[in-house]
């Protein structure tokens, strides 16, 4: 008996088809739900030599020795004695110094030095990704990613230099590695009095024109020669979920209902460069509408970050994969941390809509 070769050939195209279908249910599967051996652990990364800093620095760094400077420990002296002895007064203080650029970033900085070159009005600044350097000219604003991670790199808050000179930016400081204390990270001079240098026109390269300097989408995983990271037609200023497309399905839901919530959150779609960073290969995570605020991702694989968040922390959240009852098909179990705070969730999915059952957590 002879099979029909027309029918055999579909047989075959279906079966290729489908090819791709268990590939990606395969990967979803590995990446969203934890498996029975699963168990992540934390593994502190080892400090960076002086060496390992200046050979791993970024080519539009060049870092100069100063021979007259402030040092780490008179600068951190003043931001963590006298600073908060004189709180009230230094930040009266800051407010009407700083006043322009508090209001035209919506008070999302830490503002380090001012400076006015003609018309534009320059400030260092700091967030929780990192330094950056703001630009107000025509009443246009602008920020440009240094990216100079605050694991290895400390900017005096006391700039006793003009901060832009003959086309590049200056800024004192030191080397530096994170000491790890109890409630909170330190930091520890390796190498004193020196000067960070950025040409200001590769600091300000922006190929896609999409409001995001190279420097920062290189950093965070974005694409900067497509203003469309995504390609969801929204352009990636704009866009809270920049990196991927977001989906409605049952398991984006629930990530959106474990984000980290803020009061007075609608300021935070005012701000398109404050972002809450996650670490996750999970497709349903990667899919979520954040609503409130920006999303970036970072994938769990070292091999695959950026060298910037390799050896930054800016993730201050995290939500863990997805753990199934194998009794009860339609119940997981779910945790989520921030920086003070563990909390494990059982979910139950019933007629189209979860329902979060807190059932267990620890306070730091």
């Not at 350097?133 to 990216?147: H, N, P, Q």
């Not at 972002?275 to 991702?297: A, M, R, S, W």
């Not at 070292?302 to 098909?329: A, L």
Request: charged content about 30%; some cysteine; aromatic content about 16%.
């Amino acid at each position: 008996m002879h099979s029909c070769p027309k029918l055999l050939s579909m047989k075959i195209l279906y079966f290729l088809a489908l090819i791709p279908l268990i590939s990606c249910s395969s990967t979803i599967e590995k990446n969203c739900f934890e498996s029975e051996k699963e168990k992540s652990e934390y593994v502190e990364q080892k400090p960076f030599t002086v060496n390992e800093i200046l050979t791993k620095k970024p080519s539009y760094l060049e870092i100069v020795d100063l021979k007259n400077f402030r040092s780490f420990k008179e600068d951190s002296l003043y931001a963590h004695e006298y600073k908060w002895k004189n709180y009230d007064e230094i930040m009266k203080q800051k407010e009407t110094e700083f006043k322009d650029f508090k209001d035209a970033f919506h008070n999302k900085f830490m503002i380090y030095k001012q400076q006015n070159v003609g018309n534009t009005k320059y400030a260092l600044g700091r967030n929780d990704l990192g330094y950056w350097l703001l630009k107000i000219a025509d009443r246009k604003t602008s920020a440009y990613f240094l990216g100079l991670s605050f694991s290895h790199y400390y900017f005096n808050e006391i700039q006793n230099q003009p901060l832009i000179k003959d086309g590049v930016l200056k800024v004192e400081g030191s080397l530096v590695q994170i000491v790890k204390v109890p409630r909170h990270d330190d930091y520890s001079a390796i190498a004193d009095g020196k000067m960070f240098k950025v040409n200001l026109r590769e600091l300000m390269k922006d190929r896609d024109q999409d409001g995001y300097n190279d420097i920062f989408e290189k950093c965070f995983g974005l694409n900067p020669d497509d203003k469309d990271s995504d390609g969801d037609g929204i352009n990636d200023f704009a866009d809270i979920n920049p990196m991927y497309r977001s989906e409605k399905n049952k398991f984006t839901e629930l990530y959106e209902m474990l984000l980290p919530t803020y009061a007075g959150a609608p300021d935070f779609k005012k701000d398109p460069y404050h972002f809450e960073v996650f670490k996750t290969d999970c497709d349903y995570f990667h899919q979520i509408n954040p609503g409130e605020y920006k999303v970036l991702f970072i994938p769990e694989n070292e091999d695959k970050q950026s060298y910037y968040v390799r050896f930054t922390d800016v993730c201050d959240f995290g939500i863990s994969k997805i753990r199934k009852n194998k009794e009860f098909p339609e119940r997981f179990y779910i945790n989520k941390w921030d920086s003070s705070s563990s909390t494990d969730y059982a979910a139950e999915y019933k007629n189209g809509k979860w329902k979060l059952e807190m059932i267990g957590g620890i306070d730091i």
